[in-house]
């Protein structure tokens, strides 16, 4: 049994549980995140400002985003979704369908092993408690 997470941008929340669930998974678990992806801060368009004397301008919108790139958090939802070793890549297909644009922030998809479930109501194990 695996994991599948899929951090997504959070106007495609509802495109991927309509994927999910046209692709057999209704069961999800959904959450609020923040992060940031490996975009590095392009220091080279205020290189003439760190190495003269004069102001930055962060009225100019491209410096303004450059700079704070480098602290800002973004905000994202974590779709989870449980499915049987068979069944992964039908979940990652209609993630990557519903969330594909072509462009940065797209999203990650992480697979983990998951080694047991229990339901806690029945005490069900395996695949039966999923």
């Excluded at 495609?12 to 994927?19: N, P, S």
């Excluded at 450059?66 to 070793?85: F, M, N, T």
């Amino acid at each position: 049994m695996k994991e599948v997470m899929a951090i997504i941008r959070m106007d495609m929340v509802g495109k991927t549980k309509d994927a999910l669930a046209a692709a057999g998974f209704p069961s999800i678990t959904c959450k609020k995140v923040v992060g940031r992806g490996k975009k590095k801060v392009d220091f080279s368009i205020i290189q003439d400002y760190i190495s003269g004397s004069d102001m930055v301008d962060f009225s100019d919108k491209k410096v303004a985003e450059q700079i704070s790139e480098v602290h800002r958090l973004i905000s994202k939802r974590l779709i989870i979704v449980l499915a049987k070793d068979k069944e992964v890549k039908k979940v990652v297909d209609a993630l990557i369908e519903a969330n594909r644009t072509g462009n940065p922030g797209d999203g990650k998809i992480f697979v983990i092993d998951v080694t047991d479930v229990v339901r806690i109501r029945t005490e069900e194990t395996g695949d039966e408690a999923v």
